[in-house]
């Protein structure tokens, strides 16, 4: 807080004429703030500067904060830098960990009155193992297999959605309008696991909204590229099925019991003995 002449003076003893005004003269040298801006015992300004002086200060005051509050860093007209930061975060598009094909819809036979099928290839395109769980809007009439699963990096699955096709109402052009649609969401998972959806429940703020899919019928009266294309990957996924339904084969030597080894010589040895005791008891 600047001192006055008059308490300076006082607080120097109150001298003569000569050594009052030697005082005054010392105390009109700068000195230094805290703040490191040098500051003079000068007169105050006057009333025009002062006026101006404040307007500089209040506009200081909006765009950096209060002086000396000691709050966080702010940014343009009283904004956070953090908000800023968080905002452009919101607006980049989130990273995708899944490669759909097709990618944007999912295809169905136009096929009233009767189940129809879909297919979707998924392809895990991250370098950790990631979980995809699918959601629809029309759950009593969809259901997918297999509703979600866990992928390594690199693995590819061909998922099959299944659908009950309605009868249009009033002359609906089903082909051209459907209102249901499907979800994809994707979880980053630490290694291979089973599967459970419970894990996007409890990692709600974690997963990724990769997709949504819009239903598009295709005409089986007029064949395209598209429902060849359909055809082949549902083809895939049954052959796929398959595969996964078979026991895995066992190569070598069958091993029984505690390190007995049967091998197929000792097997026809042992059906041909067999066979030789019952037609010795059929000729006696």
């Known amino acids: 807080m600047a001192i006055s002449g008059e308490d300076r003076y006082a ?14 003269n010392l105390c009109r040298m700068p000195f230094w703030q805290p703040g490191g801006a040098p ?11 002062s006026s101006s002086s404040a307007g500089i200060h209040h506009h200081s005051a909006g765009r950096y904060g209060h002086e000396g509050g000691g709050g966080g860093a702010v940014a343009g007209d009283g904004a956070p830098a953090g908000s800023i930061s968080s905002v ?23 096929q009233p009155g009767q189940q129809v099928r879909s297919a979707i290839r998924i392809k895990n395109t991250s370098k950790s193992h990631v979980a995809f769980k699918f959601q629809t809007t029309a759950p009593k009439s969809c259901f997918m297999r297999p509703p ?24 609906e052009n089903v082909l051209q309008k459907c209102k249901v649609k499907f979800k994809i969401l994707s979880l980053k998972v630490k290694g291979p696991m089973d599967y459970a959806p419970e894990m996007f429940d409890e990692q709600r703020d974690q997963a990724v909204v990769e997709k949504i899919l819009r239903v598009v019928f295709l005409n089986v009266e007029n064949p395209g590229p598209q429902l060849e294309k359909l055809n082949n990957q549902l083809a895939e996924a049954e ?30 040895r042992e059906r041909y003995l067999a066979q030789q005791q019952v037609e010795v008891v059929d000729s006696v």
């Open 11 to 24: 607080a120097a003893g109150g001298g003569g004429d000569s050594g009052g005004g030697k005082l005054w």
């Open 39 to 49: 500051a003079t015992a000068s007169a105050p300004p006057p009333p025009s500067s």
């Open 88 to 110: 452009a975060k919101s607006l980049l598009p989130a990273r995708r960990r899944l490669r759909l094909d097709p990618p944007n819809k999912l295809y169905f036979p136009y």
């Open 148 to 171: 979600g699963a866990i992928l390594a990096p690199g693995e590819t699955i061909i998922a099959t959605v299944f659908k009950f096709v309605e009868h249009p109402e009033n002359n």
């Open 239 to 268: 052959a796929a099925l398959e595969a996964r339904k078979k026991p895995p084969e066992e190569n070598g030597p069958k091993i029984v019991g505690e390190g007995l080894v049967i091998d197929e010589w000792k097997e026809r």
